[in-house]
C-alpha cells in the first residue's frame, strides 16, 4: 500500500497485492517410495502488483502560468514593447500579459506492474544433477508519456505527462546444473542456461487518427 502527494486525493494511495505458493513434490511420501533418485521437485507459482510514480512531478494536478514581458521588435514599427500587442502577419507578444505555460493532469495515478511467475527447481542423484524451468509474464500499464497533440490543436502550452503507455513482457529461462565431487578433493561443476525473452509496446503516445502505417 503506497501513497504520494503527486496525485489528487483519490488517486494518491495505490494497493498493490501479491502472493505465492509452492509445493515441493519431492517431500511427499508416494515419491520418496517411487523415485527415490529425486531430492526435490518443487512447483511454485506467484502472482502480484508493484506500483511506481516514475515520471510524475510534484503536484500534476497543477498547471502554471507565465508572465511574458517583452517580445522581439515588429518589422516597421518603432514599439518599445510596452503594452502593444501585434496580431497577424507579425503577431508578437510585446508588452506584458499573463500566458497558460503547463497544463496539469487532475486524473494523474500510478502507474501499475502486474507479474506472473510459473516455475519448477528439481534436484536428484543426491543434487548432482539441478536445475529449474520458468515462465514469465508482466503488463505495465498507466506508463507516464508526454502527450503527443495533433498539429492542428494550435496552443502554445504544454501538457504534462499523461498514464497513456503499455507495454507487455514475457519469457522463459531453462536452467541444468552438473556438480561432481572426485575422491582427490577436486571439484567441479557445470551450468547450462537457455532464455527468451519478448519486449513489446502496446500502447504508445501517438495523436488520434494516425494512420496505421504511421503507428
Do not use: C
Amino acid at each position: 500500500y503506497n501513497g504520494t502527494d503527486r496525485f489528487l486525493p483519490g488517486n494518491q494511495f495505490g494497493f498493490f497485492p501479491s502472493g505465492s505458493v509452492g509445493w515441493d513434490i519431492a517431500k511427499e511420501s508416494f515419491v520418496k517410495e517411487n523415485l527415490s533418485f529425486l531430492d526435490q521437485f518443487k512447483v511454485r507459482y506467484s502472482l502480484g502488483q508493484s506500483g511506481s510514480e516514475a515520471g510524475s512531478v510534484k503536484r500534476m494536478y497543477f498547471g502554471s502560468f507565465v508572465y511574458t514581458d517583452k517580445g522581439d521588435d515588429i518589422p516597421g514599427t518603432s514599439s518599445d514593447g510596452t503594452g502593444d500587442l501585434f496580431f497577424g502577419q507579425y503577431f508578437s507578444d510585446q508588452g506584458g500579459y499573463v500566458r497558460e505555460d503547463e497544463i496539469g493532469n487532475p486524473n494523474a495515478t500510478w502507474e501499475t506492474a502486474t507479474k506472473e511467475n510459473l516455475g519448477v527447481d528439481f534436484a536428484m542423484f543426491n543434487k548432482r544433477v539441478s536445475g529449474s524451468v520458468e515462465f514469465f509474464n508482466e503488463y505495465r500499464e498507466n506508463i507516464f508519456l508526454d502527450p503527443t497533440l495533433p498539429f492542428y490543436y494550435g496552443a502554445t502550452a504544454t501538457f504534462k505527462k499523461a498514464n497513456i503507455g503499455e507495454v507487455k513482457k514475457q519469457g522463459y529461462e531453462l536452467t541444468l546444473n552438473y556438480s561432481e565431487s572426485l575422491r582427490n578433493g577436486f571439484n567441479y561443476y557445470v551450468r547450462l542456461t537457455y532464455g527468451f525473452n519478448e519486449n513489446r509496446i502496446v500502447v504508445y503516445s501517438e495523436p488520434s487518427q494516425t494512420p496505421e502505417h504511421l503507428k
